[in-house]
């Protein structure tokens, strides 16, 4: 897990500081209330990756599937907001709790585009057919693109400013289960995150993953590819990885289960939360 490092992002900033403009018991400050109504924008969460980010979650096993009227979800471009029809759910649940908690009166848009089996190969932001052949997933298409497809739609939905605040990041299985693809996971994704940051015109986006942890048994690259994120969060500024090791999964001992999910979202918002205060103060 990385140190948080000093952000030069003023979105952190402005942020924390609307969020505290809106707390009741914080009167006393003009330039908190001026910082407030002047700030109008949705932020944007980028939620990617494959089957754990996508979520097998069951709807059964929640009191409630509700996610604040604050905090729009889009999922590989569907319609917003989560469908009391959905059967299963992701790490959406548990993210928009810590947001809405922590962040009630700020705006959020996530957007969550992932597909299940899908390797950094699918994921290149320059895409080789040729070598997404190694994980026989090229029916994916160049998911990199798609991507930022949905987040265009997404963002059109509203009339106020959006800007990217995030990239949540749930992903790796499959590079682990193919050495081929395993060995070169470490490139792939520092690729993959500088691309992310430049295409969002935010260099210092800052960019949480939950550490893989399949049964080794299945999944020779496993500690190749574990050894590739420890490096890349430790090396990256503003890049910090999660522990999923304690997170309940399902008899496949793959995929997290309901309440596994539940805790990957709280994870991921209580990173969050953390990041932006602690840059808030440098």
């Known amino acids: 897990m990385s140190n948080f490092r000093k952000s030069r992002n003023l979105l952190v900033f402005k942020l924390v500081i609307v969020i505290a403009g809106c707390n009741p018991n914080n009167k006393n400050s003009s330039e908190v209330d001026t910082t407030a109504e002047e700030e109008q924008k949705h932020y944007v969460i ?4 494959q089957s754990n980010m996508v979520g097998s979650g069951r709807v059964a ?8 009227d604050h905090i729009t979800y889009f999922n590989r471009g569907m319609k917003p907001n989560f469908s009391q029809d959905s059967l299963s759910f992701g790490p959406e649940i548990g993210l928009s709790q810590i947001l809405h908690q922590h962040f009630p009166d700020s705006n959020f848009i996530l957007v969550k585009y992932a597909i299940g089996g899908a390797s950094l190969l699918d994921w290149a932001p320059d895409y080789d057919s040729a070598q997404a052949t190694i994980t026989r997933n090229v029916r994916f298409g160049v998911m990199y693109d798609s991507l930022w497809k949905y987040v265009s739609q997404a963002t059109a939905t509203v009339n106020e400013p959006t800007e990217i605040a995030a990239l949540l990041w749930m992903q790796g299985e499959r590079d682990a289960r193919i ?74 001992n793959v995929h997290y289960n309901s309440a596994g999910q539940l805790e990957l979202g709280q994870q991921f918002g209580q990173a969050l939360v953390k990041y932006w205060k602690a840059s808030a103060k440098n």
């Open 46 to 49: 980028l939620m990617g990756g």
């Open 61 to 68: 096993d929640l009191d409630s599937v509700n996610i604040p």
């Open 179 to 252: 050495p081929e693809a395993g060995v070169d996971y470490y490139p792939h994704f520092r690729t993959f995150i500088e691309r992310i940051r430049q295409d969002a015109d935010r260099p210092n986006l800052p960019i949480i993953f939950g550490l893989v942890n399949p049964d080794p048994a299945r999944y020779a690259a496993v500690d190749t590819v574990q050894a590739a994120q420890r490096r890349i969060a430790n090396e990256m500024d503003d890049v910090w990885m999660i522990d999923t090791s304690d997170l309940g999964k399902w008899d496949d």
